[in-house]
């Protein structure tokens, strides 16, 4: 194997497996504010200051087909109940499909409130 197929190969292989987190505000039950992490580029091809510029972007990048079960997963999420990771599609900026599992990880105050 020659060195540029090393460096193609793992180049493929880190660009395979890159994680992103995002946060979601919770004020009165409901999504106020979503903070994307740096690494939303190297995912979704949309960076931090794109999400936070459209706030219906995070759902618009969902591939079609799968928007009603990213969004009963969302509901169910603010409703407080625990939830298993989901997997599903997006439509990066450059129109390639990839597949994403979002794991969540649910945030309460004192009171048992949802707030992230």
Not at 87 to 113: C, L, M, P, T, Y
Request: hydrophobic share 35%; charged share 25%; aromatic share 10%.
């Amino acid at each position: 194997m020659t060195k540029e197929e090393n460096r193609e190969g793992y180049k493929y292989i880190s660009e395979a497996l890159t994680d992103y987190t995002f946060k979601v505000q919770i004020k009165d039950g409901l999504p106020f504010e979503t903070i994307h992490g740096p690494n939303s580029t190297l995912v979704t091809g949309y960076t931090p200051e794109e999400f936070a510029s459209d706030p219906c972007l995070w759902i618009n990048i969902v591939y079609e087909e799968d928007r009603p079960q990213v969004l009963k997963h969302a509901s169910l999420i603010l409703a407080g109940e625990k939830v298993q990771p989901l997997e599903h599609r997006i439509v990066r900026k450059d129109g390639a499909i990839r597949w994403v599992r979002n794991i969540s990880a649910s945030h309460f105050d004192n009171q048992g409130k949802l707030i992230s």
